[in-house]
């Protein structure tokens, strides 16, 4: 079973619209955390938002936030007020257990902000 | 700021070659990782080290090693280039204490064709 899945592999939004990318995954590991990254056309993959399972409140990080549904299992990103600048491909990835901790990445989505 | 370095952004290799992809970390972390990326698959983890001279399989080590003499350095070995390893590498460093814990750093990427 995937760890980590992104069902949208392209979504288009109008600049200044807020969108929401969704992430679900599966972890029977009660110690396991969810990470959004951006990966611009330049390649490099930039850090948005982190969640520990054991945070009781949703992350945000200025127009980033991140929609927690533990019972759903799902991790959605929320980018409110949309930036062309915020074309890019998104991946959600999540780590599990203590110790070393391995990360596993989603597929990713494509979001393309519209002028 | 962290700042994760790869020497090279793009390569051309023939197949048969031994290719050496480095990477160098600033901010002094004890694990480095090296991914590879392919359009559909996100990022899979080849290998990864916790600290310098220790090494453990990710993922898909399978034509790949890895070399961790220094703590700031962290090299992907390619002993005999095949074309199947035409892909996108990111190398990652990542905090193991504090406030960004568990947090990954990525470096821009190394995009390698092998011919």
């Known amino acids: 079973a995937q760890k980590i899945t992104q069902t949208q592999p392209g979504m288009f939004v109008q600049e200044k619209e807020a969108v929401t990318l969704d992430c679900t995954y599966d972890?029977?590991?009660?110690?396991?955390?969810l990470f959004w990254y951006k990966q611009p056309s330049s390649g490099e993959m930039i850090f948005l938002i982190y969640?520990?399972?054991?945070?009781?409140q949703n992350a945000t990080e200025g127009r980033y936030s991140l929609n927690f549904q533990k019972a759903r299992k799902s991790a959605n990103l929320v980018i409110s007020a949309s930036q062309l600048g915020d074309s890019a491909m998104y991946f959600c990835?999540?780590?599990?257990?203590?110790?070393?901790?391995?990360?596993?990445f989603g597929t990713g989505t494509k979001l393309q902000v519209i002028p | 700021d962290v700042k994760v370095t790869q020497s090279s952004r793009y390569l051309v290799k023939r197949t048969g070659e031994k290719v050496f992809l480095e990477c160098v970390q600033d901010?002094?972390?004890?694990?480095m990782f090296w991914y590879r990326q392919d359009p559909g698959l996100g990022l899979r983890l080849i290998y990864f080290?916790?600290?310098?001279?220790?090494?453990e399989k990710g993922d898909i080590p399978e034509g790949y090693s890895v070399s961790r003499e220094k703590k700031e350095r962290f090299s992907l070995i390619l002993e005999s280039a095949s074309t199947n390893q035409t892909s996108m590498y990111l190398c990652?460093?990542?905090?193991?204490?504090?406030?960004?814990?568990?947090?990954?750093?990525f470096g821009a990427g190394t995009r390698l064709s092998v011919l």
């Open positions: 901010m002094d972390h004890e694990n």
């Open positions: 972890t029977s590991d009660p110690s396991y955390g």
């Open positions: 990652a460093s990542r905090e193991t204490t504090g406030k960004a814990k568990n947090i990954q750093y």
């Open positions: 969640q520990g399972s054991y945070d009781q």
């Open positions: 990835a999540m780590r599990e257990g203590m110790g070393y901790q391995k990360v596993t």
């Open positions: 080290s916790y600290d310098v001279k220790m090494k």
